[in-house]
């Protein structure tokens, strides 16, 4: 398994500004991913964070929206850019190990205003 | 894209009474994660399956992949106030993404 920690884990937000989330793993991992999960519903992949190369979106998720860094094996970041009443969810960081079995981070709970 | 059905969408019981949820796909997956999630919390993984018929314990918790691959199911024992909280199904085919089913929320009168 993988201890995964976020930061910040809530926080209330202007609309039109941006919210950068921190993810730091206990240990090296290959691929981060970024979970998006809308109030009452299930968890919907936002990208795939690969260390040295860019970020791969799931349809509906753009790079300008949501950028993403990761410049290393054990921590990234995401973006909600620009933000709006409609991006108000919670945002999970997950890992994977050995190609099987996610882990997620504690989440974090954004709300705009 | 591709979608898991879960149900019941949410369940009412009391507590000591026993659970049972599951997971159905049109697409076949070659591993079935079962995650429970408690409010404010990211989701914790409960169990993993990886080949179909496998039946995996862990406590009062019990999973099946089912034989034809294309379904899974959760059964809990004997409920207790912690086990509150929504149960998720994650199914994954090969190396490609997980897809997540839309949840149970398990709801315990004392």
């Known amino acids: 398994s993988a201890v995964i920690s976020q930061k910040p884990s809530r926080d209330i937000c202007q609309r039109g500004t941006s919210l950068t989330i921190q993810c730091q793993v206990d240990?090296?991992?290959?691929?981060m991913f970024w979970y998006r999960q809308q109030p009452g519903q299930s968890l919907t992949l936002i990208a795939t964070?690969?260390?040295?190369?860019?970020?791969?979106?799931e349809s509906g998720f753009v790079i300008d929206k949501f950028p993403i860094s990761r410049p290393n094996l054990t921590f990234s970041t995401l973006t909600v850019s620009n933000m709006s009443p409609e991006d108000s969810s919670i945002y999970l960081c997950?890992?994977?190990?050995?190609?099987?079995?996610?882990?997620f981070g504690q989440g974090t709970r954004l709300t705009v205003v | 894209g591709q979608q898991l059905n879960q149900s019941p969408q949410s369940m009412f019981i009391q507590e000591g009474e026993d659970v049972s949820m599951n997971c159905t796909s049109s697409?076949?997956?070659?591993?079935w994660l079962w995650y429970k999630q408690d409010p404010g919390e990211g989701p914790v993984l409960l169990i993993a399956?990886?080949?179909?018929?496998e039946l995996t314990s862990n406590g009062r918790l019990t999973a099946q992949f089912g034989i034809t691959r294309k379904d899974s199911f959760l059964n809990i024992s004997a409920s207790i106030p912690s086990d509150v909280g929504i149960y998720f199904c994650?199914?994954?085919?090969?190396?490609?993404?997980?897809?997540f089913g839309q949840g149970t929320r398990l709801t315990i009168n004392p």
């Open positions: 997950s890992v994977e190990t050995g190609a099987t079995e996610a882990f």
């Open positions: 240990s090296q991992v290959t691929m």
């Open positions: 964070a690969n260390q040295g190369s860019e970020a791969t979106y």
């Open positions: 697409s076949i997956f070659n591993t």
């Open positions: 399956l990886y080949k179909a018929g």
């Open positions: 994650a199914g994954r085919q090969g190396a490609q993404k997980l897809v």
